[in-house]
């Protein structure tokens, strides 16, 4: 059986404002409707006798992954949530371990969820030559055709055919310089290296504990003694905190005499800039991608995407420029890069923007702030058709409630009332709540905060159906 394993851990800091850490590329639907990590799920629809996929994610991101195939209507054969992210070899690793326990002889699929692959069938195909040597033992990975001397991917050296565009693996090389990079095209004996792999999960255990022992023994010992939540497979936080921390290729690719090489020519991009983006984006006669409310004159060559108001640009050329309803970021086409380094300056300030969407995403809907002021705030909130919030209590805030759409059930001490479109209520402080949506329709509502405090950390929560603990 071939089992697909998403890797979907990163957090894609280079694609801010857009991509943050509490909703980050993948989950954005960046190049089609579907999200990059739907896109990757779909993407192996088209390869034979392939299970349910593994997803491996971090605590925080649970619930979006779990929204996001049930909108999809997939199913995970499991959702396994890190405790704490130890790179990708330790990832890999708890699917492996999770496979063998249903399929001794399952062979993994390992794909990162916040690639962009446009031509699918050329992918699959690429699948499929290298599922014999998986069968057989041998590590497969994925090298990517070269289309430019890029400095921004690691590269593979291929060694002696086996087959039709399948090698042995010569040598992995890090980020090359420029020159490098145009001396390794020219050579043709070079590929980008994908960060896909194809192997059986027994392999890839065997490798890992010959060559990163304390790395299999961490996670064979966290999966020991996982629980499940839900849709989630919690690993145990304790002996996973002791596992090394390291990638595939240093971890065992490296190392091992078992690796191959397949060649895939399928418009590959890990989306990992806004240019690169940009690249694979479908422009206009100017070459520019324009995406939301965009209005130009005179712009070249430039990205420019709105999600919340007109966005005006006049005169311009390679230029990337993303308004978000926080934040507004330009950079120079040729060094969106440096946006990692906006990320790093936030994140030392200690400011949200680093972190958070203007819209926060919540199992049971999403809120966003319309107006704060220094002891009021102002939020709309959606609520999901047959949701509902925790049991919960504030200590510095009061809250007003107006239905503007939908309907309501509320628990408000020890009452209990249903409220329709422009009906509202008054939670004082310190009494016990719960908001629900007993409809068919998204609940939308305002709510008024007012107090001394109003910080998202004030809450006591005593009942949840998701299992977050206070």
């Known amino acids: 059986m071939l089992v697909p394993v998403l890797l979907s851990g990163g957090v894609g800091s280079r694609l801010w404002p857009l991509s943050r850490e509490s909703f980050p590329k993948q989950f954005q639907d960046l190049t089609s409707d579907l999200s990059m990590l739907q896109e990757t799920a779909a993407r192996v629809d088209g390869l034979d006798n392939v299970a349910d996929p593994l997803v491996v994610c971090n605590e925080e991101h649970r619930f979006l992954v779990a929204e996001q195939f049930r909108n999809e209507k997939r199913r995970a054969a499991a959702i396994i949530l890190e405790p704490e992210g130890k790179n990708t070899a330790p990832a890999v690793a708890l699917a492996a371990l999770r496979a063998v326990q249903t399929d001794p002889e399952a ?35 994925f090298g990517i055709v070269p289309t430019s001397p890029e400095t921004g991917y690691g590269y593979l050296k291929r060694g002696d055919e086996l087959a039709e565009s399948t090698f042995t693996l010569a040598q992995f090389v890090e980020k090359p310089n420029r020159a490098t990079a145009e001396a390794y095209l020219d050579s043709g004996e070079y590929c980008w290296n994908s960060g896909m792999f194809l192997f059986s999960a027994r392999a890839y255990l065997e490798e890992l504990g010959k060559y990163q022992p304390a790395m299999l023994k961490a996670c064979e010992q966290a999966m020991a003694s996982t629980q499940t939540d839900i849709d989630f497979l919690r690993v145990d936080a304790k002996a996973f905190a002791a596992c090394p921390a390291d990638s595939i290729d240093y971890a065992v690719m490296e190392h091992t005499d078992r690796a191959v090489m397949v060649a895939l020519d399928c418009g590959w991009s890990d989306v990992g ?27 070249k060559n430039s990205y420019l995407r709105s999600q919340d108001r007109l966005l005006a640009a006049v005169g311009v050329d390679n230029l990337v420029i993303v308004e978000t309803p926080d934040a507004v970021m330009v950079a120079d086409k040729n060094r969106v890069q440096d946006v990692k380094a906006i990320v790093s300056k936030l994140k030392a300030d200690g400011r949200d923007e680093a972190k958070f969407q203007h819209r926060v995403y919540r ?29 919960q209590m504030h200590h510095h805030r009061a809250e007003h409630w107006i239905v503007v759409k939908g309907t309501a059930e509320v628990v408000r001490g020890e009452e209990t009332m249903i409220l329709s479109e422009d009906q509202s209520t ?25 107090g001394s405090y109003l910080g998202e950390d004030d809450i006591v929560r005593f009942e949840d159906v998701y299992g977050r603990s206070q």
């Open 107 to 141: 062979v993994l699929l390992v794909l990162p969820a916040d690639h962009v692959i446009q031509q699918v069938e050329a992918f699959c195909e690429a699948v499929g030559r290298g599922l014999p040597f998986a069968q057989k033992g041998q590590l497969v990975t």
């Open 273 to 299: 800039s806004w240019s690169a983006l940009w690249d694979v984006a479908d422009k206009d006669e100017q070459n520019n991608y324009l995406h939301g409310d965009v209005l130009v004159e005179d712009v």
């Open 363 to 391: 199992p049971w809907g999403s809120y966003e702030s319309l107006v704060v002021g220094d002891l009021f705030q102002v939020k709309r909130i959606i609520v999901k058709p047959g949701e509902r919030l925790s049991l």
């Open 426 to 450: 008054y939670i004082p402080l310190g009494t016990k709540h719960r908001l629900s949506n007993p409809g068919v329709i998204p609940l939308e509502l305002i709510e008024v905060q007012t």
